[in-house]
């Protein structure tokens, strides 16, 4: 049967589509800053996960499964008896600008599905809800290491235009009001296309970053304590160019904080 003359393929008014819209809004609203579903799998949080958390009990306990101890200089997993300012077999031949990093967990099962979803548009809640988990775990690791000021990994502009979202842009947004600091997206550009770090060999990336980053205004950081945000870090070549820049402009002290940190079987 045609439904050519039916309701449904009647344009809607011009004030619905704005009603659906302010809704969807009025929802996200609501649901970034009081979930009521678990930002993950989207299953109705029960009362003490609602008050505690922004993830369902199974998928707070997968988010959470590789975030045991980390080497502190580079964010690799370390023993129980290792000590972790030490560093550690991934990161003894290394050397980076920044002086350490703090991450969630590592880039493997749930998390890395977490991390891969977050890449897209409209992932806000499920970013907002990895940092605030980063923050509660890390909790220890946040407080020895009080920031200044706050600084996404940028994109490059023609990126911005392709890809509007940048994980590493909301996850800086939200840790700036847990840990009262101040966020400055303007000071750290990138200044130059680079190829996907993921589709290079470790020994290449380096290169693809090398001069990639450029500080707008020197004294914005001078003498202050950077923490510098993304989402995922794997071999520290994006995070340590990035951080260079913001040495040689006067920062203090850089610490890199991401979700994921990526190794490699050894
Ligand atoms: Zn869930
Ligand atoms: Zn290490």
């Given at each position: 049967m045609q439904r050519s003359n039916s309701s449904y393929d009647r344009p809607k008014p011009a004030w619905t589509t704005a009603r659906s819209i302010l809704w969807d809004l009025f929802q996200w609203g609501t649901e970034f800053f009081?979930?009521?579903?678990?930002?993950?799998?989207?299953a109705p949080l029960s009362e003490p996960e609602n008050s505690d958390g922004d993830f369902c009990g199974t998928c707070r306990r997968g988010l959470c499964q590789h975030s045991g101890p980390a080497c502190a200089k580079c964010g690799a997993p370390v023993g129980?008896?290792?000590?972790?300012?030490?560093?550690?077999n991934y990161c003894v031949r290394e050397s980076f600008a920044f002086d350490r990093v703090i991450r969630?967990?590592?880039?493997?099962?749930t998390l890395r599905r977490a991390c891969l979803r977050a890449k897209?548009?409209?992932?806000e809640p499920l970013l907002a809800g990895l940092a605030k988990l980063a923050v509660q775990l890390r909790r220890s690791e946040f407080r020895d290491e009080p920031v200044d000021i706050v600084i996404p990994i940028p994109h490059y502009w023609l990126q911005r235009v392709i890809r509007p979202h940048n994980p590493a842009e909301t996850l800086a947004g939200v840790l700036v009001n847990i840990l009262n600091a101040r966020k400055n997206?303007?000071?750290?550009?990138?200044?130059r296309w680079t190829r996907?770090?993921?589709?290079?060999?470790a020994v290449e990336r380096r290169k693809n970053v090398r001069r990639a980053f450029q500080v707008a205004n020197a004294e914005d950081i001078k003498n202050q304590t950077v923490l510098l945000v993304d989402d995922i870090m794997t071999t520290g070549a994006t995070a340590h160019e990035a951080a260079r820049v913001l040495r040689r402009a006067g920062a203090k002290k850089i610490v890199v904080a991401v979700i994921a940190r990526a190794v490699r079987a050894s």
């Open positions: 009081y979930p009521s579903h678990c930002a993950f799998c989207r129980p008896h290792v000590d972790p300012a030490a560093g550690c969630l967990g590592l880039y493997s099962d897209y548009a409209r992932q997206s303007h000071i750290l550009l990138k200044t996907p770090q993921r589709s290079l060999p």
